[in-house]
């Protein structure tokens, strides 16, 4: 079974639900991550909402010097290996779309993971602007 | 000339061997490191010059000779007068006159420079006749103070690379492993390793390039026996390298020498050199199919730069710092390549076993501890110096028999045996036989043959203080136990010396000294605390009188001891001049007096008075 | 796949994979100070030693570091013995002497009942407890730049010679990955401060915020091939150029749609 993550931005309200679910799903010792989607304004009313675009040659992970960043084959999604990753900030400063960012609150790296195959973004947005469909 | 072939070299052997001998009578200079350092090369100059002036018949400027070390540096320079064996010390350039005079010329024996021995205080005229020599079983030093180590036609003449010769057109790899193992050799570096074991499974290791490595590191202070082997007899050395690379299918080999061993390095390079002008190093080494080269690496000038994962980084030109490893080092060593990684000695031995064979190496020595072993002799002792014997003789035999015992009619107290991180024996183990086994289940190892021996003037627990500062310099910092935990060791030591410690501290030493022991990376820190646990094992006593009553048996430890001026002062005033504070009065033939609340326990009036006057305790 | 018995309880595992990631994988805590993902493993500090015997080793054991001793079948590890224990304690003791003020030493050495060490405190002692994290990320990184210098009780970690190292390039990937915080860096100005050395920080061509440093990203761009312009705008100004480029794309398929 193949997924694909889909985003329509002229369905977006930029309502932050996303925000929100992406924070919380990742919680770490009862504090809630730094959201690795936004919805962004570009002009009155109109939203985008940004997040990482998984690349197929990924800038993010070329530029780990570590091999932090891999592919989950069955997600699709990069993963960022926390036990490796030594916060040195090459993927944010190496992703063209500004997708590898920093948790200033747990002092890490981190960057959307499609929570492991179930992505609570998509899951909570009331607009359908963001989706997780099933492909094949 | 190449010599490519067996019938070359036996060819080549004759004419050397014919130019070896011709000189009926021979002076010989000992031109080793010992001698030289006492002015031997101007004995040897001089030696030349009066032979060629007076026109001696039967002694030419041929006859005289210069070898490397005998192992008796103490009472250098040595002077042979061969074929008689008279054997003449501590000769300056003053004595040749006389010398060419009276027993060049006049055939006699002069008295005053002859050895006297250490237990009946008779000259002895004959050097096989000295204890020193006659007691001893040369096979690793069978060459040194022989032949000259810069000739290889010295070397050729006296039976050298007839061995390789014969491993290479008699033997197959298979059958000199297989020689070396039932010869029972085991390494000489510290560990003991059974040396054929080593090689079988190095020669199995699938990879295109092996390695075979000498270690001449010798990081012990005191032990010089791998200098003068590679000073003194160095194609031995290359031989036995060769005749392993043969067995292990190796096409490189290094010797990695001491840092501090320049000498070493020239003779060695020289003795490169010449092997490889005559086709004995090389590509297709005596026209056979094994080509084998020799480079020299030198050390890093650190004692942990001898433990095998550290010297192999180091020749690979990285920090000489030990790796944990759990793939041993004969399959991945060097480069990751599998590599033979034998001690000086174990080299210099291997040819004679392949020439002698097995049965007859086997049958020296003990059954566990074949052949025999070269120790270096030192402090409290009569004859210092090198010796090698036959595995399994007693330490009473080496140190009373061979050295002579314990100089100014002191009394043994005990000797430490294995190097730095070695351990103490007492009186009561001198009777033990010297080998791999019984020294390690006594407590203390073989580790690279030093034996320092020790009156009763010593404090057992200062000398492990000692010892231990010696490898708290020398460890490499990587790892914690031996880092922090020696250091801490050294520091409970200390103050067991200053009289400061309690029993707590000394319970805490055992915990900690077990710490180390199983903790450490590295061989360096896991017999690094062997100095405290065999003084502890054997003088207890003396740890418990410094702690219980502050008082230092052995009186060394300055905060525990008290000097005091005895009847016996016939008030010469020596010690007034010498003390740096100013304790001692008096005035000239009246008994001195000492002021203990002065007196800074430095000992210099104790050393300078000749009537025993200066009392401690 | 081994089979081996950790704690008495049978467990399979990848052949040659390290014990410490088996019997961590087992949910059993073995105390590690040197261990990290991203570096090959060096035995220095010890702690995870762990006892070892075989069937046929006849009651025969031996302690061997679980970093650095690969799984194979038959083995039977204990993970906690009272001797274990001991030694431990006896390894933060000697670190309690040495670093009393790092707070991840203290806190280690509390589980093993310490409060203050039984040894002398160490006048030259600082935090640095000497687990090379920072010289193996800096030398997988390519760089090498420091490295431990001195011997024995003396050794630090420095440039070479003890001087700024040259080969520097200012990631902060040896002062991230150090894990008691001792090696001193500032940002400021547009300039980052590390090992003696100050290096140019990139700062966003919109926002000025200040990226990483001109060396890294030259280094980044040399090794791995980035764009160098890349490198010039910070992430949070590219999410907002990105909104901008979709969101028009966005209006135009509106418009041609209408
Ligand atoms: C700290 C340390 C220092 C060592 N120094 C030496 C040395 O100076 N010379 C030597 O031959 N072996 C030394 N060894 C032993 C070597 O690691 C190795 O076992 C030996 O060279 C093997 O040769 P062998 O089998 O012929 O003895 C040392 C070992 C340790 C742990
Ligand atoms: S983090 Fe950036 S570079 Fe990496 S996959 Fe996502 S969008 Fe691409
Ligand atoms: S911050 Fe982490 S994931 Fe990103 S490049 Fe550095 S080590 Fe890799
Ligand atoms: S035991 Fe000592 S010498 Fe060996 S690795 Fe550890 S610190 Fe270095
Ligand atoms: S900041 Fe310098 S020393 Fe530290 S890891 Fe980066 S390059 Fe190496
Ligand atoms: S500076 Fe930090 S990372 Fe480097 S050795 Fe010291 S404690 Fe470890
Ligand atoms: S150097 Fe002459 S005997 Fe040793
Ligand atoms: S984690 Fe294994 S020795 Fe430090």
Redesign the pocket.
Known sequence: MTYRYTVNPSRCTGCRTCELACAFTHTQEQKPGRSRIYPIAYGPDRFVPVTCLQCDDAS?VK???????KRNETTGAIE??KD?????????A?CPFGC?LVDDVHDQ?V?CDLCGGSPACARFCPTKALEYKRIA | MRIDSIEKLDKWRKECRRTFEAPKRKVIVCLGEGCLANGSEEVFNEFKKLVAEKKIPDVTVESVAKTGCHGFCALGPLVIIEPDGTFYTKVSKGDVAKIVDKTLIGHEIIDKLLYTDAKTAEKVANYEKIPFYARQQRISLRHCGTIDPHKITDYIAVGGYAALGKALTTMTPQQVIDEITKSGLRGRGGAGFPTGKKWATCAKAPADVHYVICNGDEGDPGAFSDRTTMGSDPHSVLEGMIICAYAVGSHQGYIYVREEYPLAVVTLQKAIDEAKQHGLLGEHILGTELSFDIKISRGGGAFVCGESSALMRSVAGEVGEPRAKYIRSVIKGLHDQPTVLNNVETYATVPAIVERGADWFAGIGTKKSTGTKVFSLAGKIKNTGLVEVPMGITLREIIFDIGGGVPDGRKFKAVQTGGPSGGCLPEGKIDLPVDFDSLTEAGSMMGSGGMVIMDDRTCMVEVARYFLSFLVSESCGKCVPCREGLYQLRELCAKVCDGEATEEDLALMERLAKTIKVGSLCGLGQSGPNPFLSTLLYFRDEYLAHIRDKKCPGGVCRKLITYAITDACTGCMACISVCPVHAITGERKKKHVLDKNICDRCGSCYAVCKFDAIEIS | MVQMTINGKVVKAPDGEMLLTVIRRQGIDVPALCDHA?VEPCGSCRMCLVEITREDWNGWKKYVTSCLYPSENGLIVSTHTPELQEIRRNIMDLYLARCPGSELVQKMAEEYGLTRTSYKTIPEGDNCIMCYACTRICEVLGRNAISAVHRGHAKVISGPFDDPPPDCIG?L?CANICPTDVIEWHDQDGTRAIWGRTFDLISCRQCGKGIITRDFAEYLKEKRQIPADYFEICDDCKRVELARKMGGLVDLAKEVAS
């Open positions: 993010c530029s780990c010097l570590f091999d932090a960043l960022l290996d490796r990753c030594v916060n040195c900030r090459a993927c944010v190496a590898a790296v960057k | 991203a990631c990937s």
